[in-house]
């Protein structure tokens, strides 16, 4: 059984850090990307990285580049979001999704975040107070 679970959210202000983690179970990591996304309260989700257990490529949305890190600890089948210069735009419920992924060059991680993951854990909550 696939399993994602989400861990570090909280409440921070403005300018802040916080780290997420998503510990992964049931797959083979390294067939898998794992990204990503959040959900803002009346806003639509929203993709906000993913990275290729494969072969480590990232994708980020314009609005956190510079300020986000996703990495992979594949040894801990574990993915972190390292969410640094935190803006109250950045509230939401942050939750990741895994798919299996194979850069073939033909559909990247931004087509992969666009269409969504197969699996998906249940979230982690961050309020950014101004």
């Known amino acids: 059984e696939v399993q994602l679970v989400e861990s570090g959210g909280g409440l921070v202000q403005t300018g802040g850090s916080l780290r997420l983690s998503c510990a992964a179970s049931?797959?083979?990591?390294?067939?898998?990307?794992v990204g990503w996304y959040r959900q803002a309260p009346g806003k639509e989700r929203e993709g906000v990285s993913c990275?290729?257990?494969?072969?480590?490529?990232?994708y980020y949305v314009d609005s956190v580049k510079g300020r986000f890190t996703i990495s992979s600890d594949n040894a801990k089948n574990t993915i972190y979001l390292q969410m640094n210069s935190l803006k109250p735009e950045d509230t939401g419920l942050y939750y990741c999704?895994?798919?299996?992924?194979?850069?073939?060059?033909?559909?990247?991680?931004?087509?992969?975040?666009?269409?969504?993951?197969?699996?998906w854990g249940k979230g982690t909550l961050i309020t950014v107070s101004s």
């Open positions: 990275i290729s257990n494969s072969d480590g490529s990232t």
């Open positions: 049931g797959f083979t990591f390294d067939d898998f990307a």
């Open positions: 999704g895994a798919a299996v992924y194979r850069n073939d060059g033909d559909y990247g991680l931004e087509d992969l975040v666009r269409d969504g993951m197969d699996y």
